[in-house]
């Protein structure tokens, strides 16, 4: 069985901060990983996803995460956050043709 | 851009109602998934369709439940009898053959309000 666990329901910075949302994935066999992004009252969209080779992944909107086998995590960061990434944000973990899992979410929140 | 579209977007209904969701998945897609979000909550999986029949399936997804392919375009989610706690955001979603990494395309969502 797989799992996604994220840290923090919501996490709040100001605008051009550092944005690192935390996820950690169980799976029993190597895993591919997603970032998924949901804009108020829009659908789920493909930020960003590492399936084999490089570990660091870059994404759409300067987000990127990195695959750290060690420590089971997909971590996204955005190096400066603008008011435009405010939105929930889903780590999905699926392991080939299996139903790909959501973690529960987070909340980043943009103050100016 | 090819994309998964969904209607309608929001339906409001009285318990006990049966409710039809809508999906045209992307077209050359043949994997169809439904998943819900309940308010505040995580995204669930209910159901899996492939080569038409059901491939998984949830224990959200009971006897209340169905889904169908009733042409070579849509793709529905039926709710037999709608109970309160089924309101939620239904997401549809489609993969292609080609993809074995399970990234999934997913369409806007309908909102299901159960009165």
């Known amino acids: 069985a797989q799992s996604v666990t994220q840290l923090g329901s919501h996490v709040s910075v100001s605008e051009g901060a550092l944005v690192l949302l935390r996820c950690n994935y169980s799976?029993?066999?190597?895993?591919?990983l997603f970032w998924y992004v949901q804009y108020p009252n829009q659908g789920l969209q493909l930020l960003l996803k590492?399936?084999?080779?490089?570990?660091l992944v870059k994404g759409i909107n300067g987000f990127e995460a990195e695959f750290k086998k060690s420590e089971t995590s997909f971590h996204l960061t955005k190096p400066s956050a603008h008011m435009s990434d405010a939105a929930e944000y889903f780590c999905?973990?699926?392991?080939?043709?299996?139903?790909?899992?959501f973690g529960k979410g987070t909340m980043l929140l943009v103050s100016p | 851009e090819p994309e998964v579209t969904q209607t309608p977007s929001h339906q409001v209904t009285q318990m006990g109602q049966e409710v039809i969701l809508h999906c045209v998945p992307i077209?050359?897609?043949?994997?169809f998934y439904w998943y819900r979000q309940i308010l505040g909550q995580k995204v669930e999986f209910l159901v899996s369709?492939?080569?038409?029949?059901?491939?998984?399936k949830s224990e959200i997804f009971d006897d209340q439940f169905s889904v169908e392919r009733p042409d070579g375009s849509n793709f529905t989610l039926k709710i037999r009898s709608t109970k309160l706690e089924d309101s939620a955001m239904y997401f549809c979603?489609?993969?292609?053959?080609?993809?074995?990494?399970?990234?999934?395309?997913f369409g806007e969502g309908s909102r299901l309000t159960v009165l």
């Open positions: 979603a489609s993969r292609g053959t080609g993809s074995n990494t399970g990234e999934l395309f």
């Open positions: 799976s029993s066999v190597p895993p591919y």
């Open positions: 590492y399936t084999t080779g490089a570990t």
């Open positions: 999905a973990v699926s392991t080939g043709y299996s139903t790909l899992t």
């Open positions: 077209s050359n897609h043949l994997y």
């Open positions: 369709f492939y080569n038409n029949e059901i491939s998984e």
